[in-house]
């Protein structure tokens, strides 16, 4: 006899890359292609067909999908989650700028999930401070090895710029010194990180 199992847990909030299980359920699926250009494609000054498809998409469950899909790949043309590229264009531009933990997270647990370059950067340093190499952070990010080896060798850069720094008293006119024996220092012990076997799958540019 055969059992099929079930699954409790709850589904993801955050769409993969290829995910496009949303379209079957748009306000649009189905409509003839030619039409579908039309509004949805329209060319700058027609009013008429942008007012049609703002309205279609007014009642469409999987607006918010859509608008997603549309700043997560950046796509420049057209009307997408009810708004024209040109509406876009303030969402598109803070893109890169984006730092949703959500994301971070679920790209930890080993989800592809498109990100922003500041999430990337994120994820790159934490897994570094895990000791992960360059080839593995590189298939986990599903990027390629090169850039993410470089992006690597600077997580070594900043993280010991920030050791430098670290248990130093800053002077009023910004300088950093070591606190003196008499003095109360409440800064935070230095820790001495081991990045030495890292620089070294890093290769000798690093």
Known sequence: MRYQTTNDSPAPTLRGTGDHSWHPRAACHGMDPARADKLFFHTLRDRKAIAEAKRLCATC?????CFTYAIDHQVTFGLWGGLTDKERRQWSGKR??????????ATLKGRDVPLSTAERSTIIHHLFLRGWSPQRVAHR?????DWTRDLMREAVRVTDERDLCWGLVEEPDGTLREPRA????TATEGRDLQCHALIASLGKAA
């Open 182 to 185: 008499d003095e109360e220092h």
């Open 61 to 65: 469950p999987v607006k918010k999908d």
């Open 96 to 105: 890169g700028e984006r730092l949703d933990y959500d994301r971070i997270r």
């Open 141 to 145: 990010l599903n990027a390629d090895p």
